[in-house]
């Protein structure tokens, strides 16, 4: 089945830096990706829709300064938190559109990011 | 290595009640989740299980058994807006989320 690898896996930074998070589809090509967010027992917030090749679309209330996103190839996005702050502490999850008719989400594992 | 699995599709009947199971093979276990997918949406989270046993809210269930590796999602007088996709997800060792392929329902009238 089709995979989708993310990375690191557990990430703990300092106030202030930058963290890149990268998505990728091991063995199919995703022309959209998603972004998502989890708060402990909660649902998945999605954060933004990102298309190879373009910008990517943004939720409401989401910061596109503050999460950089960039879908570069077809096989991979980044997420970029900027001048992360503790508050941004989270469960980031990415999912790939894929199968036969690409309209089937294949999840990664997640990525904890803790802000100290 | 790590596995979930869960029926590719189920249906059933407005109004009755639907179990969908899920058996996972991982290493280690942090908590289990279900969450409903409607196409084209985020999916929203159902429930979280960490511990044995069942735990109900309104009209939707779910169930444990660490030992046996298995859960499952039970959902009562079942309604249109219930056709979705159920996916269950395992926290591992590493609390990295291994995930189920989904379970369509379909709900008929």
């Known amino acids: 089945g089709a995979v989708v690898s993310q990375h690191p896996s557990w990430v703990i930074c300092k106030s202030g830096t930058s963290v890149k998070i990268e998505c990728r589809s091991l063995?199919?090509?995703?022309?959209?990706m998603f972004w998502y967010r989890q708060f402990p027992k909660q649902s998945l917030m999605l954060m933004a829709t990102?298309?190879?090749?373009?910008?990517?679309?943004?939720e409401q209330g989401v910061e596109k300064d503050k999460f950089l996103i960039n879908h570069a190839s077809l096989t991979l996005s980044t997420l970029t938190v900027t001048s992360a702050h503790p508050e941004d502490s989270s469960f980031y999850i990415c999912?790939?559109?894929?199968?036969?008719?690409?309209?089937?989400?294949?999840f990664g594992p997640g990525t904890r990011l803790t802000v100290l | 290595g790590q596995n979930i699995d869960q029926p590719t599709e189920m249906t059933a009947t407005e109004g009755a009640i639907v179990q969908i199971n899920c058996t996972y093979q991982?290493?280690?276990?942090?908590?289990l989740f279900w969450y409903q997918q409607h196409a084209g949406e985020a999916p929203t989270f159902l429930s979280y299980?960490?511990l044995d046993g069942l735990e109900e809210k309104g009209r939707f269930s779910s169930f444990l058994s660490r030992s046996k590796g298995y859960s499952y999602l039970l959902l009562k007088e079942l309604q249109m807006k219930d056709s979705a996709s159920y996916l269950c997800?395992?926290?591992?060792?590493?609390?990295?989320?291994?995930w189920g392929a989904g379970t369509k329902l379909i709900i008929k009238p």
């Open positions: 990102s298309n190879e090749g373009s910008k990517a679309t943004y």
């Open positions: 299980n960490v």
């Open positions: 063995d199919f090509q995703a022309t959209t």
């Open positions: 999912s790939a559109l894929g199968g036969a008719d690409y309209n089937e989400q294949f």
């Open positions: 991982t290493s280690g276990f942090n908590g």
């Open positions: 997800a395992v926290l591992d060792s590493n609390y990295q989320l291994i």
